[in-house]
Nanobody, 125 residues
């Protein structure tokens, strides 16, 4: 079993920055791939980024590449999503996720096993 708790969401003006955190707990979570997703109102859940616990396999979606960075702190059992130059279209609920299969995180969110409850990010214009 694995528990994921996101934090760090809030209201920010366009061009600003936020850092989201995802605290992981449970047994053997270090074998999981960790992902960030987002879901805007009326839209499907969208992949944002992925990383493994060694800090490798880090990848960000094209829509956020160059602005968002996924990182990990093994000592704190925490995954981060640093978001810079935020745009109103980044407004969404952001979710942390974990799965043993890299492919589920990247291509098959419906197959992802563990999800956090999400944190809301609102970007004003």
């Amino acid at each position: 079993q694995m528990q994921l708790v996101e934090s760090g969401g809030g209201l920010v003006q366009a061009g600003g920055s936020l850092r989201l955190s995802c605290a992981a707990s449970g047994r053997s979570f270090s074998v999981y791939y960790m992902g960030w997703f987002r879901q805007a109102p009326g839209k499907e859940r969208e992949f944002v980024g992925v990383i493994d616990w060694s800090g490798g396999n880090a990848y960000a979606a094209a829509s956020v590449k160059g602005r968002f960075t996924v990182s990990i702190d093994n000592a704190e059992n925490t995954v981060y999503l640093q978001m810079n130059n935020l745009k109103p279209e980044d407004t969404a609920v952001y979710y942390c996720a974990a799965d043993l299969a890299y492919g589920n995180i990247r291509f098959n969110p419906r197959g992802v096993k563990y999800w956090g409850k999400g944190t809301l990010v609102t970007v004003s214009s």
